[in-house]
């Protein structure tokens, strides 16, 4: 079988081992954020959409709530399964944002970390408008990075435009405000930003760096 890894349902097939170790997680003030706005705890099931290797969803479960985590690439769910799948309140779930499987009205809250970008916008919105129950909320995240401040943010970012494969149009993509007037319409949206300081070993950078899709993997070396 071969796999079409411009399809970004499959982009990160071949990054699985570096998403795991090296992408970093985020800041313990959101799951604040998300017990005080959300009212998240056990009494709350979330549908994970792009769920990926599990990152949001192990701080997500911290809370005690059902965790549903719905990921289409089977590698990236196998690592979540590795990982979370002895967890009485998680369930994997082999499934889209655009085409979940989730039964209708069946959750309270949907998140998207670091993937939002990747879905279709209507699809994904009909979508979560059908798995949500009454007075449900979606929270989308992204870690940022920083690509200016001092020379070594402007350096990576140079060598993300120079040599990523297709860095520009992913960078693009982050940009969503309009994608989030369609998805919501004339619904409250609240931004919420947070510090998420890294501190990186050679190690951990080389690695985070290849866990980018944009990213020429070892094997082009």
């Not at 967890?87 to 989730?102: D, N, T, Y």
């Not at 060598?159 to 969503?176: A, C, E, F, K, P």
Request: with cysteine.
């Amino acid at each position: 079988v071969t796999t079409d890894l411009s399809d970004p349902k499959h982009r990160f097939s071949n990054r699985v081992k570096d998403y795991v170790r090296f992408r970093p997680s985020y800041p313990p003030a959101l799951l604040t954020l998300l017990r005080d706005e959300a009212r998240i705890g056990p009494e709350v099931t979330v549908a994970d959409m792009g769920s990926g290797t599990g990152i949001l969803t192990d701080m997500l479960l911290q809370t005690g709530c059902r965790v549903l985590g719905v990921e289409p690439n089977r590698p990236m769910r196998k690592a979540a399964e590795d990982h979370l799948g002895s967890h009485p309140r998680f369930q994997s779930v082999a499934g889209s944002a655009e085409a979940s499987g989730l039964s209708d009205a069946s959750v309270d809250l949907v998140t998207a970390a670091q993937a939002f970008h990747w879905f279709r916008v209507d699809e994904s919105g009909r979508e979560f408008r059908r798995i949500l129950r009454p007075e449900g909320t979606v929270v989308l995240l992204w870690n940022s990075r920083r690509v200016e401040g001092n020379p070594f943010l402007k350096g990576y970012e140079h060598i993300l435009r120079q040599w990523g494969t297709d860095y520009t149009m992913v960078r693009r993509s982050y940009d969503v405000d309009k994608s989030l007037a369609r998805l919501f319409g004339n619904a409250e949206i609240k931004h919420r930003t947070f510090t998420n300081n890294q501190f990186l070993t050679y190690e951990v950078l080389e690695g985070r760096l290849l866990s980018s899709s944009y990213v020429p993997t070892r094997a082009d070396s």
